[in-house]
């Protein structure tokens, strides 16, 4: 991933993060803060506060977070037919 993508990634997961959509995501996908968090590879707390808003997502983990979020939004498409 060069420097442009990475930054488009990030700008991805702080605008899914502050609008609430990441949390959608997440509940769609019906994964846990705990099971995300472990594929992110961050503490559940860290997760918890990104999606209350409390911190916002930062360096490999919020590119890992980004990306994670996307397939998941992908996925969840593709099984209800519905997009979120």
Known sequence: MN??????????ARYLVASGEAR???????LSLA???????VDLSTVGRW????????GAAALKYA????RLRELT???GGVAL
Do not use: F, K, N, T
Request: charged share 40%.
């Open 3 to 12: 420097e442009l993508q990475a930054a488009e990634r990030l700008v991805s």
């Open 24 to 30: 959608r995501i997440r509940h769609a996908a019906d």
């Open 35 to 41: 099971e995300m968090s472990r594929v992110v590879g």
């Open 51 to 58: 999606e209350r808003r409390e911190r916002v997502p930062r």
């Open 67 to 70: 990306e994670l979020l996307e």
């Open 77 to 79: 498409v593709g099984i």
